[in-house]
């Protein structure tokens, strides 16, 4: 039973365009979503998140929007680079418990062309 | 910088073996976590560990067991490797608080034959 559900599994654009990647999960009880980036041959890093009381957080060429009606979030890479080339994870969680785990997606391969 | 770091990168092993991978970490965190990845179907998680000694059953629980007798150490054995245990795993820490941030290692590759 996937909770949070990602897509597209694979996305390829050009340098300079921005790559979407769309996530939708299901238990509301949810109120913590973080992307994790991952190169090859290392693990997954933070790499931005979001709480549901803002609709939108920018850090750099990243931004998270967040839509709690629709229960989907999405990452946007503004101005892509080669070198956001890596497989991207968003994933979701009950904050303010200890050990709190996180709910992961299936994951998206970005591939940016220079 | 937190670093976690696991036993080997990559594993060749044959099925029936019991297989042993280990991740410690050096920041003093009191969770930690084992997952596996796969191609399509993101990270999935076995077991994670909130105390010494204590452990908690994730989402595939079967087929794996999981030790934590020192606070950095962290193990996952798989009693009796399969083929379909062929996969990428994962470790990460967190340290406690409201919002917890997961720090992973590089991961383990592992082919049972």
């Known amino acids: 039973q996937q909770q949070v559900k990602q897509s597209p599994q694979s996305l390829i654009v050009q340098k300079g365009g921005i790559p979407i990647i769309n996530c939708a999960y299901e238990n509301t009880a949810f109120d913590y979503f973080p992307w994790y980036q991952q190169f090859p041959g290392k693990g997954p890093a933070l790499l931005i998140a979001?709480?549901?009381?803002?609709s939108e957080k920018k850090e750099g060429r990243f931004t998270i929007s967040f839509n709690k009606s629709a229960k989907q979030f999405s990452l946007h890479i503004m101005d892509s680079q080669p070198g956001d080339s890596a497989t991207y994870f968003c994933?979701?969680?009950?904050?303010?418990?200890?050990?709190?785990?996180?709910?992961f997606g299936e994951g998206t391969q970005l591939t940016v062309n220079p | 910088d937190v670093k976690v770091t696991q036993s080997s990168r990559y594993l060749v092993k044959r099925t029936g073996e019991k297989v042993f991978l280990e991740c410690v970490q050096d920041m003093d965190h009191e969770n930690m976590f084992w997952y596996r990845q796969d191609p399509g179907l993101g990270l999935r998680l076995i077991y994670f560990s909130y105390d010494v000694k204590m452990k908690e059953k994730g989402d595939i629980p079967e087929g794996y067991s999981v030790s934590r007798e020192k606070k950095e150490r962290f193990s996952l054995i798989l009693e009796s490797a399969s083929t379909n245990q062929t996969s990428m795993y994962l470790c990460a820490s967190s340290e406690n608080g409201w919002v917890e941030t997961q720090y992973f290692g590089p991961g383990t590759r592992l082919l049972v034959l």
């Open positions: 979001i709480r549901p009381d803002v």
């Open positions: 994933a979701a969680s009950m904050s303010g418990t200890s050990g709190s785990r996180l709910t």
